[in-house]
């Protein structure tokens, strides 16, 4: 049973723009969210993370928002740059191990 | 510094063998991770280690799946007779203690013949 789903398998946006990737939980006992970015034939790589404690971080060009009450994630990148084309996992926890959604491509064009 | 090191990076064996996964985790980790990602599915938990503890193994599928850790640094995963279905990315993690940031190697890609 998928705790964490992403809806959305890609997304295409113009370099310049803004990217929102969006991911949905069900379970209510997930205190901490991540986002990993992964290129082909590499590992997840760690983008931001988020405590349940709050519901914003931001880390440059990269802000995460946190909506406990609908049980949402989103990932915000602005702007978009055509490096930042990979797949990007959400990823929630209650402890240790991750439960991860399937992912969305990203393609930002130039 | 270095990071996570997984070896082989692509394994291919015939259904039935036994396939042993190396992970090297960051030096001065104390958690490791095991996940595996199959085609088209997001990253599956496995079995999580934190320093001489007994792992927690509740991911593992299968029997066929064991992992071990020696002197808490490298692990090896062992999938034996192995099956089609077993054919995915197996990617290890590591940690500096439980709960915090996990940091992936590049993964192995084994195929099932």
């Known amino acids: 049973d998928q705790q964490v789903k992403q809806n959305s398998p890609s997304l295409s946006v113009q370099e310049g723009r803004i990217s929102i990737l969006n991911c949905d939980y069900t379970?209510?006992?997930?205190?901490?969210f991540l986002w990993y970015k992964k290129y082909p034939a590499e590992g997840p790589t760690f983008l931001i993370s988020i405590s349940s404690i709050k519901d914003k971080n931001e880390d440059g060009r990269f802000t995460v928002f946190l909506n406990k009450s609908a049980k949402h994630l989103s990932l915000h990148i602005v702007p978009s740059q055509p490096g930042d084309s990979a797949v990007y996992f959400c990823?929630?926890?209650?402890?240790?191990?991750?439960?991860f959604g399937k992912g969305t491509s990203l393609l930002v064009t130039p | 510094g270095a990071g996570v090191s997984q070896s082989p990076s692509n394994k291919v064996t015939e259904k039935g063998k036994d396939v042993e996964l190396r992970c090297d985790p960051i030096?001065?980790?104390?958690?490791l991770y095991w996940y595996r990602q199959s085609l088209g599915q997001g990253l599956e938990f496995l079995i999580y280690?934190?320093?001489?503890?007994?792992?927690?193994k509740s991911g593992l599928p299968s029997d066929r799946f064991s992992a071990e850790r020696t002197g808490g640094s490298v692990s090896t995963l062992t999938i034996q007779r192995t099956q089609q279905e077993d054919s995915a990315v197996y990617l290890c993690?590591?940690?500096?203690?439980?709960?915090?940031?996990?940091?992936f190697g590049p993964g192995t890609r084994l195929l099932v013949l």
């Open positions: 993690a590591s940690s500096p203690w439980t709960g915090e940031t996990q940091y």
């Open positions: 030096s001065g980790h104390t958690a």
């Open positions: 280690f934190q320093g001489n503890s007994a792992p927690d």
């Open positions: 990823a929630a926890s209650t402890g240790y191990a991750l439960n």
């Open positions: 379970n209510s006992m997930f205190d901490y």
